[in-house]
C-alpha cells in the first residue's frame, strides 16, 4: 500500500500508492507507516502527488503519524492536491504540519535539520 | 438416509431394497416413475435410484420432473442402465441424471455409489446449516442497527422548529443505519438560542457512538453553561476548548468537527466557532450566497488546541445553511465530488422557496447527482432562517 525509500539518519520518503486516503484505506496506509517508525524511521516525508482525496478518516490517520513520531521525529508533506489542501485548512492542520513543494526539498530540509 | 428405489423389476427392486437396509439407510420402493415422483414430493428423500426402462413415466422423463420442480433440496439421481445403453446415457446427463450403474451390479457396486451420493447429500446439509445460522446472525445484526437507528434519530431534532423569528429545518441521513453526525439547537435563556452540528470522523458504528455520547453529553444546560463567558456573554470556543479537553485521547483518532452558534433572537447576532466543520452558507433573500468562517481545529484530534469566536448578524429574511462534508463529497458515476460550487449554486436557487424545505430539497438533489450510488458518508443538512419581517 506504500512505497519506501529509506535514507540515512533516520530518514524515510513514504509514496502511499492510493488514489484515495479514506476510512477504507486509512487503517492500512497507518499501520504499514507506523512499522517504520518502530524501524527507526522518524524523519518522514510523505508525498501526496498521487492522492487525490483525502477524508476524515485519512486525515486522522496522518495527524495520528505526526503523533507518533512526536518530538523526537518530524514529517512533512509534499505536493498535496488542492482539495486535499483545503481540507487541511478547514481543519488547520495546514498550521501543524509542514509542507514543502517536492521530496528533494523535503528530504533537504530533514537532512539540514 | 431415506433413499427412494424406483423400478418396475419388483425382484431387483427388492434387492437394491434390502442391500440399502443392511447399510442402514431407509428404502421406499416404486413400480414406476409417477409413484416415485409422488413419493419424492411426499418426503425429504434426496437419493434416487431409479431404472432407465419404466412403463409409464421412465427414468428420464421423471429426471426432468424432478428437476423442473425446483424443489429446495437437491435430489441426486443415480440411473439403473443396461450396458448397451450408452447414448441413452447422454440424453439422461442433459436431463440432470448425477451417476449411474450398469446392469447387473454387485452390492458392493452398489455401497461405494450410494456412499458417494450420501456424502454429497451430507455437505449440502452442512452448508445449508452454516446459511442458515449466517442468516439468523445477520437478522439479528440488522434488527439491532435498526433499533440502534431508531433510537439515534429520537436524539435529534428532526423536521421544523420555530424559537421565536427563527426556525430551524434538517435532513439527516446516515451511510450505514447510524450516523457519526449528529446536530441540536434548543433555547438557552430569555431570548438567546443555540446550535451546533458535529460530524464524527469516519462513519459507521464507531463514529455512531461518539456521536451519541456527544448528543448526551451537550444538552442544552451544558451548552448554555459551557458557550458562554464569565459574564454570561456567548462564547461557543469555549465549548469547543472544554469538549477538545474532553473528546482527545492520546491513542484513539477518533474526532469531530464542529459548528457551534449563540445567536441573539432580537438583533440577529451571532456569535460562532468553527470546528474544523465545513463552512456553512449564509444565504441572503437576494440570491447570493457567501461561505462564512475561517476554519478551526476538530474537536479531539489535538491536544491545547486554541479556538475563536466570530460574529455576524443575520438579518431578517437571511439564512445559514449547514451541511456535512457528506454534502460536497458525494460523487456521481464518475467520481465528480459535487462540490461547493453546486452546493452554493443549489442553495442560491432556493431562495424564494420555504426554508422548512430546503433541507430535504438538498439531500434530494445530491440523490440525483449519486444517481442510486449509496451515500459513502453520513449526511447531514440543517438550515436556520430568519424569518422575514412582515
Not at chain 1, 102 to 107: C, E, G, K, N, W
Not at chain 2, 127 to 151: G, V, Y
Request: aromatic share 6%; proline share 4%; net charge negative.
Amino acid at each position: 500500500m506504500i512505497t519506501t525509500d529509506t535514507h540515512g539518519q533516520g530518514i524515510c520518503l513514504v509514496t502511499p500508492n492510493m488514489p484515495r486516503l479514506t476510512a477504507a484505506t486509512a487503517t492500512a496506509f497507518k499501520d504499514e507507516v507506523v512499522q517504520m517508525i518502530d524501524q527507526g524511521y522518524d524523519k518522514l516525508v510523505i508525498d501526496l502527488a498521487e492522492v487525490s482525496f483525502v477524508d476524515s478518516s485519512g486525515l486522522g490517520a496522518l495527524v495520528g503519524l505526526l503523533k507518533r513520531v512526536g518530538t523526537r521525529g518530524e514529517i512533512i508533506l509534499c505536493q498535496p492536491a488542492d482539495s486535499v489542501m483545503q481540507m487541511f485548512r478547514i481543519t488547520r492542520m495546514d498550521r501543524v504540519f509542514r509542507f514543502l513543494p517536492d521530496r528533494a526539498q523535503a528530504l533537504d530540509a530533514l537532512n539540514a535539520g | 438416509m431415506l433413499i427412494i428405489v424406483a423400478d418396475d423389476d419388483a425382484l431387483q427392486r427388492r434387492y437394491v431394497s434390502v442391500v440399502m437396509t443392511k447399510l442402514g439407510h431407509q428404502a421406499l420402493e416404486a413400480s414406476d416413475g409417477a409413484e416415485a415422483l409422488a413419493l419424492l414430493m411426499q418426503t425429504e428423500a434426496q437419493i434416487l435410484v431409479c431404472d432407465l426402462d419404466m412403463p409409464l413415466m421412465n427414468g428420464l422423463r421423471l429426471t426432468q420432473e424432478i428437476r423442473a420442480l425446483n424443489l429446495d433440496r437437491y435430489v441426486h439421481i443415480i440411473m439403473i442402465t443396461g450396458s448397451e445403453q450408452n447414448e441413452d446415457r447422454k440424453h439422461a446427463l442433459d436431463a440432470g441424471v448425477d451417476d449411474f450403474m450398469t446392469k447387473p451390479f454387485d452390492a458392493a457396486t452398489l455401497r461405494v455409489r450410494i456412499g458417494a451420493a450420501a456424502r454429497l447429500v451430507e455437505h449440502e446439509r452442512q452448508m445449508k446449516e452454516k446459511t442458515r445460522i449466517l442468516h439468523e446472525a445477520h437478522e439479528r445484526i440488522r434488527t439491532d442497527l435498526e433499533a440502534a437507528a431508531t433510537a439515534q434519530r429520537r436524539m435529534l431534532p428532526l423536521g421544523v422548529r420555530s424559537i421565536g423569528d427563527y426556525g430551524f429545518a434538517a435532513a439527516f441521513q446516515p451511510s450505514t443505519f447510524v450516523s457519526g453526525d449528529m446536530f441540536g439547537h434548543f433555547t438557552l435563556g430569555p431570548g438567546r438560542i443555540g446550535f451546533y452540528a458535529i460530524d464524527v470522523s469516519g462513519h459507521g458504528i464507531k463514529a455512531a457512538l461518539t456521536s451519541v455520547a456527544f448528543g448526551h453529553l451537550v444538552t442544552s444546560e451544558y451548552f448554555a453553561t459551557h458557550a458562554t463567558d464569565e459574564d454570561g456573554r456567548p462564547d461557543p470556543a469555549r465549548l469547543a476548548r472544554v469538549l477538545n479537553g474532553r473528546f482527545h485521547k492520546p491513542d484513539d483518532e477518533t474526532y469531530l468537527t464542529m459548528f457551534a452558534g449563540v445567536l441573539e433572537e432580537a438583533s440577529g447576532d451571532l456569535v460562532f466557532c468553527q470546528a474544523g466543520y465545513p463552512m456553512p452558507m449564509l444565504a441572503r433573500p437576494d440570491r447570493t450566497v457567501r461561505l462564512i468562517g475561517e476554519g478551526g481545529f476538530p474537536i479531539g484530534l489535538w491536544e491545547g488546541a486554541e479556538y475563536h469566536n466570530l460574529s455576524l448578524r443575520l438579518q431578517p429574511g437571511e439564512r445559514i445553511v449547514l451541511c456535512s462534508d457528506g454534502a460536497t463529497e458525494a460523487e456521481d458515476a464518475s467520481g465528480t465530488a459535487f462540490g461547493e460550487e453546486r452546493l452554493s449554486a443549489l442553495i442560491a436557487q432556493e431562495t424564494d422557496r420555504r426554508t422548512e424545505d430546503l433541507p430535504a430539497r438538498v439531500a434530494a438533489a445530491l440523490a440525483e447527482w449519486r444517481d442510486g450510488r449509496p451515500l459513502e458518508d453520513d449526511l447531514t443538512v440543517l438550515a436556520l432562517e430568519r424569518r422575514p419581517t412582515a
